[in-house]
């Protein structure tokens, strides 16, 4: 099992830049692959990004188009910690926020998009964007 829980969020000004965080515990030998979502009110739940740790400081990354340019995931695997760079946010990016593993065990450069990849989900953090 791996325990994921978000923190960062908050209220922000359009424009303006928050970090979100994901700390892993648990089986953390599983986060390989992990992903950044989100679900606006009355919404599906979105990708946002998608990174994957290929060995030493190689990683992989993916992203929306709608964040491309204004996001950034990264990690920290010695405190298996994943984060969100978000700046220049608009009031559309306001949701709730979740990290997502998708559980392998073994390193990989494929990335996934589809919220069915992955097993394991954090509690969210919320994110409001005002005009």
């Known amino acids: 099992q791996v325990q994921l829980v978000e923190s960062g969020g908050g209220l922000v000004q359009a424009g303006g830049s928050l970090r979100l965080s994901c700390a892993a515990s648990?089986?953390?030998?599983?986060?390989?692959?992990m992903g950044w979502f989100r679900q606006a009110p009355g919404k599906e739940r979105e990708f946002v990004a998608a990174?994957?740790?290929?060995?030493?400081?190689?990683?992989?990354?993916d992203y929306a188009d709608s964040v491309k340019g204004r996001f950034t995931a990264s990690r920290d695997n010695a405190k298996n910690t994943l984060y969100l760079q978000m700046n220049s946010l608009k009031p559309e990016d306001t949701a709730v926020y979740y990290c997502?593993?998708?559980?392998?065990?073994?390193?990989?450069?494929?990335?996934?998009?589809?919220?069915?990849?992955?097993?394991?989900w954090g509690q969210g953090t919320q994110v409001t964007v005002s005009s």
């Open positions: 997502a593993s998708r559980g392998n065990t073994y390193r990989s450069s494929n990335l996934y998009r589809n919220v069915f990849e992955y097993a394991y």
């Open positions: 648990g089986q953390t030998s599983r986060t390989y692959t």
């Open positions: 990174t994957s740790w290929t060995g030493g400081n190689t990683y992989s990354a």
